[in-house]
T-cell receptor, first 118, second 110 residues
């Protein structure tokens, strides 16, 4: 199957600093990538849809100025958590599909990034 | 709207069977099933595309009732490796985004 690489796997940062997470599709081009956040013992909640060459589409309740998304190429999307606070500590996961999920294509996930803000 | 899964959690002994249900308040065009181990990314299990479709591999199978907007995942003769949290996922509108269900924690004990 297709491979999505996410980096870093974990990061610890100080409150008030910014953290960048990268998501790369290694063997396919992804015009669209997705960013999810997962708190302990909860489901994956979609934060935003990253669109190559255009602005990201954010889900209701997600602050676009806090979670900056850049999708500059067909294989790379980045999520920057700006001015991070302890409540932003979570597991962040990206995914990409080669085509529409209404076809027989699964979503390919990165390994996830465990963010801890102290 | 997030699909609702039931049960929320289930504990099995090795060799026992389990059924996990996924219900949506909106029309379902397809249903994805994933399993997630603690601290890891979800792993794809299968996709069901058509109402009435049933699919499976190994001892894990699933069905899709489009009219009832439901899907069920069946785990037969469970193994220790089946432990994890299971999520159904449904396409969220016109984009490629996937909306995950509330999740079902499955623990298989020896």
């Amino acid at each position: 199957g297709a491979v999505v690489s996410q980096h870093p796997s974990w990061v610890i940062c100080k409150s008030g600093t910014s953290v960048k997470i990268e998501c790369r599709s290694l063997d396919f081009q992804a015009t669209t990538m997705f960013w999810y956040r997962q708190f302990p013992k909860q489901s994956l909640m979609l934060m935003a849809t990253s669109n190559e060459g255009s602005k990201a589409t954010y889900e209701q309740g997600v602050e676009k100025d806090k979670f900056l998304i850049n999708h500059a190429s067909l294989t790379l999307s980045t999520l920057t958590v700006t001015s991070a606070h302890p409540e932003d500590s979570s597991f962040y996961i990206c995914s990409a599909t080669a085509s529409n999920p209404r076809s027989n294509t699964e979503a390919f996930f990165g390994q996830g990034t465990r963010l801890t803000v102290v | 709207q997030q699909p609702v899964q039931s049960p929320q959690a289930v504990i099995l002994r090795e060799g026992e069977d389990a059924v996990i249900n996924c219900s949506s308040s909106k029309a379902l065009y397809s249903v994805h099933w994933y399993r997630q181990k603690h601290g890891e990314a979800p792993v794809f299990l299968m996709i069901l595309l058509k109402g009435g479709e049933q699919k499976g591999h190994d001892k894990i199978s699933a069905s899709f009732n489009e009219k009832k907007q439901q899907s069920s995942l069946y785990l037969t003769a469970s193994q220790l490796s089946y432990s994890g949290t299971y999520f159904c996922g449904t396409p969220g509108g016109a984009t490629n985004k996937l909306i995950f269900g509330t999740g079902t924690l499955l623990a298989v004990q020896p």
